[in-house]
């Protein structure tokens, strides 16, 4: 069913002075089938903060009515189809070779490396459903090759000199001319064969979960009322998420005046916490009070500084070498004091301890939002395998900082109130079940609409019994993609600064159109601020029913000791 196009709602009536940091760069995953878009966006300087002018009263929302797009069911048809490569249609430098073995055919297709270099294969395709596209391909150094699927641009990556098979997986194609090209983006490759498969992935797709549990058991009320929730509406609906620029309602409010609803979470970032000046880090968290008392799921990412430099979190711009702070010493549940002790006897080093510094410092933060009940989806050390941060420089001692923090925070700390997101997005730098409750990763593709379906497989193949949210993107995938793929992520995060406004504070429509995004905003499929339930109410219940059992016990203990004084009185008198 197309999708009803509507008029954008009136001008977005706030003033951007600057973009958000950090996320929305290129990110490139190593593991097989995650291919990510090349493009690299430019956001403006991290120190910068957005702020919102003070605008008229008068100023209305536009009220939208709610669509369901109605999507037929797409049924599994079994297809395949190979075209070797010296049949292909070349241009350029483009040859036929015999030179490297393992080729199948009569030979491969090499020189893949100038612009002009172009191999264009054609299949027909007897119906519309979902196809996996498999590439043959080796390089001797590496390469990365652009692959034109119809309108669709995909990346693949092409790391072994065999020849191995390069996939681009669970593409929705239209029955009928397929036409696939490529073309080198970087390095030098030889390509012998693409196969074009059926695929029933989509087919087969369950995203139920049956048993809902944190990692942490000792979680709060309300804490596992919200995990229950999202668990609850996982693969049926998804949450939508805006981040705003740290310390203000920048771009929920443009959200609201653009579409007529509030995102069910705003996510902020507690990147000034450890810093100098802490006033951007004390405004976002009177931000996040303010949200929650709004009725709104609150979301908490950190953009970690340096221990050594107190203004940056990029890894090309700090020198702090984490693999430094590793240690075997337990010193999870250990007092400042206990590590200062440590440091001084030589048993750790000063990283470790300016490590465990910063963690204190931002959970004393997160302790004030425990103490008001507000539970939150906390997601520290993101994208770590891409390299960008100091956290990502190597997967042990990511993963040793990760458990580090997890133990640190729930356990000394009693920060009882996080559900811990994950999105290191790559398998191998994975934390394991028992340190993490949401799966995520961040997509950033300019202009595609894809329900990104092969994304959420990759990160439900490490996992299928916790949610998988969209952490992150540059735009939101059209809902009609997202049902016909059965893409119903736990929850999708919008980027904002520049991915979501531009400078005169009006919607960047390069990224997400008005209308898409009032679609988005407005269907049965999505949920919204004013759509949650009262989450109070369940926590509450689950409050009393603790508070119940523990004067049950207290009650027994009571009873219990009772007796035992009864019969030691009645023993003394025989």
Request: with cysteine; charged share 30%.
């Amino acid at each position: 069913m197309e999708i009803i196009k509507r008029a954008a709602a009136a001008v977005i009536a706030v003033t951007v002075t600057a973009g958000m940091s950090a996320c929305g760069k290129k990110i490139d995953n190593n593991d097989p089938g995650i291919a990510e878009s090349d493009m690299v966006f430019t956001n403006a300087d991290k120190n910068t903060t957005t702020t919102a002018e003070a605008q008229p009263a008068a100023e209305t929302v536009t009220t939208i009515d709610e669509t369901a797009p109605q999507v037929d069911e797409v049924k599994y048809t079994k297809y395949s189809k190979t075209i070797e490569a010296e049949l292909a249609a070349l241009s350029g430098s483009l040859k036929t070779a015999k030179k490297r073995k393992g080729f199948k055919g009569d030979g491969y297709i090499t020189s893949f490396k100038g612009k002009e270099d172009k191999a264009d294969f054609a299949f027909t395709l007897d119906k519309s459903q979902f196809y996996t596209v498999k590439i043959r391909a080796a390089s001797d150094k590496g390469a990365k090759l652009m692959v034109r699927v119809n309108d669709q641009v995909r990346y693949v990556s092409v790391d072994e000199k065999k020849f191995s098979d390069c996939l681009i997986s669970n593409l929705y194609l239209e029955e009928g001319v397929l036409s696939i090209s490529l073309s080198p983006e970087s390095g030098e490759a030889d390509v012998d064969r693409i196969t074009v498969s059926a695929s029933e992935d989509v087919e087969k797709l369950d995203l139920t979960i049956k048993k809902a549990e944190l990692s942490n058991k000792n979680a709060d009320a309300p804490t596992i009322a919200l995990y229950q929730y999202i668990c609850s509406t996982y693969g049926n609906k998804t949450l939508l998420g805006q981040y705003d620029s740290a310390g203000t309602n920048v771009e929920t409010d443009a959200v609201y005046k653009l579409t007529g609803k509030y995102p069910a979470i705003r996510f902020g970032d507690l990147m000034n916490i450890t810093g100098d000046d802490t006033t951007v880090a004390d405004e976002e968290i009177k931000k996040t009070i303010d949200w929650h008392d709004d009725g709104g799921i609150v979301g908490l990412m950190w953009h970690w500084y340096a221990p050594d430099k107190k203004d940056e979190y990029y890894s090309e711009k700090t020198d702090f070498d984490l693999s430094k702070a590793v240690t075997k010493e337990n010193v999870a549940e250990l007092s400042a004091l206990e590590i200062e002790e440590l440091v001084k006897k030589k048993k750790i080093n000063q990283e470790c301890a300016d490590i465990i510094s910063d963690i204190d410092a931002v959970s004393e933060r997160l302790s004030d939002l425990k103490q008001k009940g507000i539970p939150v989806l906390w997601r520290p050390l993101h994208e770590a395998s891409n390299g960008y941060f100091w956290w990502g420089r190597d997967a042990k001692s990511y993963k040793w900082l990760w458990k580090l923090m997890y133990d640190r925070m729930t356990k000394l700390h009693g920060l009882d109130n996080l559900i811990w997101v994950w999105s290191a997005q790559n398998s191998g730098w994975y934390v394991g079940d028992e340190y993490c409750d949401i799966l995520s990763l961040d997509i950033y593709d300019q202009g595609n609409l894809d329900g990104q379906i092969d994304r959420l497989l990759f990160l439900r193949s490490i996992n299928q019994s916790k949610p998988i949210a969209m952490s992150e993107c540059g735009n939101f995938p059209a809902v009609e993609s997202m049902v016909r793929e059965k893409a119903m992520w736990a929850y999708i995060g919008q980027w904002g600064g520049n991915f979501l406004l531009n400078s005169d504070g009006e919607l960047e429509e390069s990224f997400n159109t008005a209308e898409n995004l009032t679609d988005v905003y407005n269907n049965e499929y999505t949920v919204t601020r004013d759509e949650l339930p009262d989450l109070s109410k369940p926590a509450k219940a689950e409050e009393e029913k603790a508070d119940e059992k523990k004067t049950d016990e207290k009650e027994k203990k009571s009873d219990d000791s009772s007796d035992k004084d009864k019969k030691a009185a009645e023993s003394k008198k025989e």
